[in-house]
């Protein structure tokens, strides 16, 4: 069993010392050091960040970019939010936001349905919501929805693999949880692209409850249950560093294609070793500068874009060099 690098244990740990001492994670900004901000928001704002976790590169270069459209703006930014994906315990942080009197909430909600009520509360409160990342099936009560083309990344996996694997055998999905918006669309990107070839079969459907150990778990038993199997794709980090382990200690690497999403630098690691044949790269910067940059405009009275999709970038061995701004960051 493949266990956290010392780095993300120790990354871990800080967020949860600052997380459990109520610290406000990022941005006083204003600002103290660095250029002048070319653009000043007319008051001055307070903007919350509520990620879907705060331990995971994603999140955290989204952090990196709302933090630096903060100080562009000259806006306070608070970056908080739990250490692990859960509802129960993401939905405190929007009450805690409210109660405070933030100007606006940036937030990737855990899931579509159980973030609604607490994102309903804010609005009644009178704080404009944009979510960045995931989002909630009731856009109305939203400013914008910022986020991938989640649907097309898992097409392009599905395409990629079918012709890796020369277009017949059998494929498994290792996802996160049923109910979060990115990921159920590149399992349904995924699905809908494997009906174009008929002699590919998708004979799992896993869920690892993002976490990377379970993913490798789940990925051994999809082995061992189909010997034969010639493809994964792991909808997110956790699931596609879980599934490549998994592959790696089935003995299977190169028997076993393994496609995955994001763009972290363990899974750079795995595709430079061959455990991953392709990651789906999103733009998490892009979508933490923009979710800021869209909050001021709604404070001011502009207009922003409803929705949002954010082209992906797919990285393999051959074109990673080239794609290097688009690996994750591990440290704010
Ligand atoms: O894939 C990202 C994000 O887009 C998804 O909503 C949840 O998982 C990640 O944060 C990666 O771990």
């Not at 991938?148 to 277009?167: D, L, P, T, W, Y």
Request: no cysteine; aromatic share 6%.
């Amino acid at each position: 069993m493949r266990m956290l690098s010392p780095s993300r244990r120790t990354r871990a740990a800080a967020w949860l010392t600052a997380v459990a001492s109520g610290a406000t994670l990022l941005a006083t900004v204003g600002a103290t050091t660095g250029a002048a901000p070319v653009r000043h928001a007319a008051k001055h704002y307070t903007i919350a960040l509520i990620p879907g976790l705060t331990t995971d590169p994603f999140y955290i270069s989204m952090g990196i970019g709302a933090e630096a459209a903060a100080k562009k703006l000259g806006v306070t930014l608070l970056w908080q939010g739990a250490p692990t994906w859960s509802v129960s315990q993401q939905t405190p942080y929007v009450a805690a936001m409210v109660s405070r009197h933030v100007n606006a909430i940036l937030i990737a909600p855990t899931d579509v349905k159980q973030l609604i009520p607490p994102i309903r509360n804010a609005v009644k409160a009178g704080i404009p919501v944009i979510t960045v990342d995931t989002t909630i099936a009731d856009q109305s009560l939203l400013k914008s929805a910022i986020t991938s083309n989640n649907f097309q990344g898992g097409e392009v996996a599905a395409k990629m693999m079918a012709q890796q694997i020369g277009g017949k055998g059998e494929v498994a999905v290792i996802n996160t949880l049923p109910g979060i918006s990115t990921t159920d669309a590149r399992q349904a990107g995924f699905v809908a692209e494997m009906k174009h070839f008929p002699n590919i079969k998708i004979v799992a459907m896993e869920y690892d409850n993002d976490q990377q150990t379970t993913a490798e778990t789940d990925a051994q038993h999809i082995l061992l249950r189909y010997p034969g199997l010639k493809g994964i794709f792991g909808t997110n980090l956790y699931s596609a560093v879980g599934a490549a382990a998994g592959v790696e200690q089935a003995g299977k690497i190169g028997a076993v294609k393994v496609f995955g999403y994001d763009a972290e630098p363990l899974e750079v690691q795995d595709l430079q070793k061959g455990l991953l044949s392709a990651i789906v790269a999103q733009k998490p910067y892009l979508e933490g500068y923009l979710g800021v940059e869209y909050a001021v405009d709604v404070l001011e009275g502009k207009s922003v874009p409803k929705s949002v999709q954010l082209p992906n970038v797919v990285i393999t061995r051959a074109n990673l060099k080239a794609n290097a701004q688009w690996i994750y960051k591990t440290h704010l």
